[in-house]
């Protein structure tokens, strides 16, 4: 399952046009390692790093496709995300609609899910929907009808730092009992050498995520 660090960012909304060069190909590659991939407050590896990447392509009509993959510590241990989208702006409202899949190839039960997703962005701030329509999870969470809400704020600093606040609620339809509250405060420094991220996250303790507070770094480069 995805973090959030391209298209279901909490604050990310996609600038149309804004990859586009006469002479080059609208194509951005990403590369990253944290040391531990949380996702909605819970961790995808249990508490271990992972090294993650992915591509973007992305037309200056608005419309986008891209591919982003992680080491997971489940369903056979890897996790490929695929996704595409129409994003732009109305006024000072920025929008970014999409379906993306979540996809682990070398599961060797059924863990495949798809959700289609809602970001909105204005000035500082940002809200998101993501709502699970289909799922090979048949009795489970993860399954389809499952819903997940998001609002966040993010602020630039002096000497190329910022933060960001994201508070979100993930409903499942398998049980009540998963649903849960997370919260995830973000410190970044932007550098010629990548971005670097310190994170703390918490979610409210149920069947999927625990009450114990995760504290990791992320580092990542656009190419």
């Known amino acids: 399952m995805k973090k959030l660090t391209t298209i279901l960012s909490a604050s990310a909304i996609l600038a149309t046009g804004s990859a586009f060069a006469q002479d080059s190909l609208p194509i951005d590659g990403n590369i990253g390692v944290t040391s531990n991939y949380v996702f909605r407050g819970v961790s995808q590896t249990g508490n271990d790093a992972a090294v ?15 591919t982003w993959v992680s080491n997971v510590n489940f369903a056979g241990g890897t996790e490929l995300d695929v996704y595409g989208g129409f994003a732009g702006e109305a006024g000072d409202l920025g929008y970014d609609v999409g379906v993306i899949g ?5 599961a060797d039960e059924d863990a495949n899910f798809a959700e289609v997703y809602l970001n909105l962005a204005y000035d500082a701030f940002g809200a998101g929907v993501a709502y699970t329509f289909v799922s090979e999870i048949d009795d489970g969470y993860f399954s389809d009808g499952d819903v997940a809400f998001f609002v966040s704020g993010g602020f630039d600093l002096a000497e190329n730092f910022s933060v ?9 339809d398998f049980s009540s009992d998963g649903d849960y509250v997370w919260g995830q405060l973000d410190l970044g420094k932007s550098t010629d050498f990548g971005d670097f991220t310190f994170s703390v996250t918490l979610a409210d303790e149920s ?13 990542g480069i656009g190419f």
């Open 207 to 219: 069947d999927v995520a625990a009450d114990d507070p995760l504290f990791f770094v992320s580092w």
């Open 52 to 66: 993650q990447g992915g591509l973007d392509f992305a037309d200056e009509s608005g419309i986008y496709v891209g």
């Open 102 to 106: 979540y996809l682990y190839p070398a």
């Open 164 to 172: 960001g606040l994201t508070v979100g609620y993930y409903i499942f």
